[in-house]
């Protein structure tokens, strides 16, 4: 695992642990530095971050606190409060 990795995945488990506590905005600020290393340094985000943050407004997503899950015909569709929607096939 190389540098960036470590640390994107690191950062992955601040946000998670923040969000938990309920601090939104640093578990925001945890996810938009993960972006910005692995932009920086060309590695794609693990499928775990990826997953779990909303792309319009970087928020780690809680399924039943902050986010909505919903399953669909062949997808599982993922609603964050601000509105975005992401779908994941199943």
């Given amino acids: 695992m190389t540098i960036p990795e470590e640390r994107i995945d690191r ?18 600020e ?20 990826k997953r779990f943050t909303c792309d319009r407004c970087d928020s780690y997503l809680r399924p039943g606190t902050n986010a909505r899950v919903r399953l669909r015909d062949g997808h599982v569709v993922v609603t964050c409060d601000c509105g975005e929607q992401t779908r994941h096939p199943y």
């Fill in 11 to 28: 950062l992955r488990s601040l946000a998670r642990e923040a969000a938990t506590a309920s601090e939104q905005d640093r578990a925001r």
């Fill in 30 to 49: 945890y996810v938009r530095l993960a972006r910005r290393i692995a932009e920086r340094n060309r590695v794609d985000l693990p499928r775990r971050l």
